[in-house]
């Protein structure tokens, strides 16, 4: 009885290396990640090694279309390979790329505020921040005219209700929001002394700390809320801080429309019910 010869057939080497280098970007991404959200090195190399990973990614891209080529040709095997090779790539750079078209569209500013102004002031978080961040200082009358054009809705929230009900609000909100308090100093009318809130907010995936300070200030009809929110790093924020800034804000309002839970008025006890005639007596009449 004859044999079967069965012929192995080859794998295009552009497939393998593509999803080797695919699975190298992925797990040198995920510790980037791990490394900037832990703050276990400086922010500069952990991003440096993200950018790294990304760049692995692109390549591994490239290599599966050239694989997809070899394999139309050459009739090779490796199809598996370069698709695994294809979708880890494409799942690694589809948040950046979604990022950099953003960043096309949005001014390069990292500063932004309800009072360009008077803008409140990082006053403790000032001390905490590191030397290679941005500075902590207003970015001045060009940013505030960049920030107009862009973001026409960022303005400071004036409300009808006292400066100290505005503050605890505000208090409410962050502390829901989970943000570190750096610093708190409520209003005094005595004064009078603005009510002052300094937090460290991080972003969702990579944990980026950015900083937010909201203030206080009583008016004649209420209390008028500025705040304000700053990247420590980087030029341009992709529209983080006023998309925080605009949440903040809805949510303070939000807070301050709902009504205090009212305590339940004390139901007088109920009547006790009539004790029965005992047997053997008649009652009057």
Do not use: C
């Not at 490239?62 to 799942?91: C, H, N, R």
């Not at 200082?137 to 303005?155: K, M, V």
């Amino acid at each position: 009885m004859a044999r079967r010869r069965i012929s192995e057939q080859p794998t295009s080497r552009l497939a393998i290396w593509s999803r080797r280098i695919a699975l190298f970007a992925l797990v040198a991404t995920v510790i980037a990640i791990i490394v900037v959200r832990s703050g276990a090195l400086e922010i500069v190399p952990a991003l440096s090694t993200l950018g790294g990973a990304l760049a692995l990614a692109v390549i591994a891209i490239l290599l599966a279309f050239g694989a997809a080529v070899s394999i139309w040709k050459d009739g090779v095997g490796g199809i598996g390979e370069s698709v695994t090779g294809l979708l880890i790539g494409l799942a690694l750079i589809a948040y950046p790329l979604y990022v950099g078209i953003k960043a096309y569209k949005l001014p390069a500013i990292y500063d932004i505020t309800t009072d360009p102004i008077d803008p409140p002031r990082f006053d403790a978080i000032a001390r905490l921040r590191p030397r290679d961040a941005n500075p902590v200082a207003y970015a001045g009358l060009y940013t505030a005219e960049q920030q107009r054009i862009a973001y026409s809705d960022i303005e400071p929230d004036i409300t009808n209700v006292s400066a100290q009900e505005a503050y605890d609000a505000a208090m409410k909100v962050i502390t829901k929001r989970k943000w570190h308090v750096v610093d708190a100093r409520p209003p005094q009318g005595t004064a009078p002394r603005d009510g002052l809130i300094e937090a460290i907010a991080r972003t969702p995936i990579l944990g980026f700390r950015d900083d937010v300070a909201v203030r206080v200030r009583a008016t004649q009809e209420g209390a008028r809320i500025d705040v304000r929110s700053a990247s420590r790093y980087g030029r341009h924020d992709l529209g983080t801080n006023a998309a925080r800034v605009r949440a903040l804000i809805e949510d303070i309002d939000d807070m301050l429309a709902t009504p205090a839970k009212e305590k339940p008025e004390k139901q007088p006890p109920a009547p006790k019910p009539a004790q029965p005639a005992v047997k053997g007596t008649s009652a009057k009449r």
